[in-house]
């Protein structure tokens, strides 16, 4: 919701820096930049060392016309249906019970009350907000794949989007995981970044990426009639994530580990 005012800024702190309320509700949103100038900065910023935080899940970003370094880029994908319903269990979790201020600025959906959104079940919300759902920005893994291109623009992205994002996930990606496939995705990463992962050990950080304890009403499943709707809706990043899997297992089997 706040993306359009983002498109043209980036903003960022040091390791102590304090996040406010609105960059905090920003943070579940895909930001974009259009202009060449905030691209320009951003890439320069990467380029001079240093820790920095970005209030936003900023869209991959190719450097290459603007500095001479291109970062290491890694990333992570999970099955689209899930990664939403995910979003939701998150959402409601901040809104009814720990009210942290990332989500002070997100609105219950209109068509609920306060007292049905927090009592309810999650078919329940998809069921009221199912009419009003726009697809093209609900396939977040798309747009961030595709990075800062007009063809990845929320408003009619498409297919041209799709490739632009596997031809970024294949050629500017120095690894890309599978949550499904987490320790063989882990195993991969050693591999391939030994320099930075030498000592990971994946079995057991594969094992320890799940909040256990983390229950809310929301946690019910959701109706196969809905996942099927959510798969229609999410069909880009449904293709992305397929192809994700074949790039991982590729790689897996080439190392040895298949």
Same mark, same amino acid.
């Given at each position: 919701?706040?993306?359009?005012?983002?498109?043209?800024?980036?903003?960022?702190?040091?390791?102590?820096?304090?996040?406010?309320?609105?960059?905090?509700?920003?943070?579940?949103?895909?930001?974009?930049?259009?202009?060449?100038?905030?691209?320009?900065?951003?890439?320069?910023?990467?380029?001079?060392?240093?820790?920095?935080?970005?209030?936003?899940?900023?869209?991959?970003?190719?450097?290459?016309?603007?500095?001479?370094?291109?970062?290491?880029?890694?990333?992570?994908?999970?099955?689209?249906?899930?990664?939403?319903?995910?979003?939701?269990?998150?959402?409601?979790?901040?809104?009814?019970?720990?009210?942290?201020?990332?989500?002070?600025?997100?609105?219950?959906?209109?068509?609920?009350?306060?007292?049905?959104?927090?009592?309810?079940?999650? !078919?329940?919300?998809?069921?009221?907000?199912?009419?009003?759902?726009?697809?093209?920005?609900? !396939?977040?893994?798309?747009?961030?794949?595709?990075?800062?291109?007009?063809?990845?623009?929320?408003?009619?992205?498409?297919?041209?989007?799709?490739?632009?994002?596997?031809? !970024?996930?294949?050629?500017?990606?120095?690894?890309?995981?599978?949550?499904?496939?987490?320790?063989?995705?882990?195993?991969?990463?050693?591999?391939?970044?030994?320099?930075?992962?030498?000592?990971?050990?994946?079995?057991?950080?594969?094992?320890?990426?799940?909040?256990?304890?983390?229950?809310?009403?929301?946690?019910?499943?959701?109706?196969?009639?809905?996942?099927?709707?959510?798969?229609?809706?999410?069909?880009?990043?449904?293709?992305?994530?397929?192809?994700?899997?074949?790039?991982?297992?590729?790689?897996?089997?080439?190392?040895?580990?298949?």
């Amino acid at each position: 919701h706040e993306q359009q005012q983002a498109q043209h800024h980036v903003r960022s702190a040091g390791p102590s820096g304090g996040a406010t309320q609105q960059q905090e509700a920003e943070a579940h949103a895909v930001v974009l930049l259009h202009e060449e100038n905030a691209q320009r900065e951003l890439c320069q910023l990467w380029t001079t060392g240093g820790a920095h935080i970005f209030f936003t899940h900023l869209a991959m970003l190719d450097c290459m016309p603007f500095v001479q370094r291109q970062p290491h880029w890694v990333g992570l994908v999970r099955h689209p249906v899930d990664q939403w319903i995910s979003t939701q269990y998150a959402v409601h979790h901040c809104i009814c019970q720990t009210h942290d201020s990332w989500c002070a600025n997100i609105s219950i959906p209109v068509q609920l009350t306060r007292e049905a959104y927090c009592e309810g079940t999650l !078919n329940d919300l998809f069921v009221a907000i199912q009419p009003t759902l726009n697809p093209l920005p609900m !396939n977040v893994q798309t747009l961030y794949f595709g990075g800062h291109h007009p063809q990845c623009d929320q408003s009619r992205m498409g297919s041209q989007c799709l490739e632009l994002a596997l031809y !970024n996930m294949q050629k500017l990606f120095a690894w890309v995981g599978v949550l499904e496939e987490l320790e063989l995705s882990l195993k991969v990463l050693r591999v391939t970044m030994p320099d930075l992962f030498a000592g990971l050990d994946p079995t057991s950080a594969a094992k320890t990426h799940k909040n256990e304890h983390d229950r809310t009403v929301h946690l019910t499943d959701l109706l196969p009639e809905y996942r099927e709707l959510l798969t229609k809706y999410l069909r880009y990043d449904l293709a992305l994530y397929e192809r994700a899997k074949e790039f991982l297992l590729k790689k897996a089997g080439a190392c040895g580990f298949l």
